[in-house]
């Protein structure tokens, strides 16, 4: 990844809080944020973005506040300890007359269990929504490096933070992969 490169993907990351990241050609780097085809069936998108309305009507039930699954429009995977998704999804706010609303929830799919860390109403293009309102829930230790650094710092410990090694695949032509250590 050149520096040009990560520095438009760590300020996508800080924009979006890592729900909308562009696919870098030609590279891969655990713990990157990248795109998943929700079309294909890699993963249970659906299964996650319905596990997080589960949560999030279990945890509000007392508030009268409900939510319908109605299909999950995006969705972004970071390989960790466990795989996270960022989704984006459509649901009903059966609270609001049905209205159809836009959310986005973190889903850790772990080894033996899958866990919601955060989910919440999508912010407007111009602000972020890292502090969650009422009926909205975030596990503070799932903040990521680029969510808890300011840019400023990122910038300047962008040498001490990341020792890349590239492997260059000929065999089977995938091409680059570069891992962070």
Not at 87 to 102: C, N, P, Q, S, W
Not at 117 to 146: M, V, Y
Request: proline content about 3%.
């Amino acid at each position: 990844m050149t520096e040009e490169e990560y520095c438009s993907y760590r300020d996508q990351v800080l924009k979006t809080e890592g729900f909308d990241v562009d696919r870098i050609p030609g590279v891969s780097c655990f713990h990157q944020i990248q795109p998943y085809n929700v079309d294909k069936k890699t993963w249970d998108y659906e299964g996650y973005s319905r596990l997080a309305i589960e949560e999030y009507n279990f945890r509000f039930k007392d508030a009268n506040a409900g939510l319908e699954f109605v299909k999950v429009l995006k969705a972004m995977g970071q390989a960790a300890n466990a795989m996270r998704f960022y989704l984006t999804l459509e649901a009903r706010d059966l609270a609001d007359g049905g209205k159809t609303k836009i959310y986005q929830a973190v889903v850790l799919s772990g080894v033996t269990k899958d866990t919601v860390s955060s989910f919440r109403l999508k912010p407007a293009e111009d602000e972020k929504g890292l502090l969650p309102s009422d009926n909205f829930f975030h596990d503070p230790q799932t903040i990521d490096i680029f969510q808890s650094l300011s840019p400023t710092s990122l910038q300047s410990d962008l040498q001490k933070l990341w020792v890349v090694k590239v492997a260059v695949i000929e065999k089977n032509g995938f091409g680059k992969i570069i891992f962070a250590m």
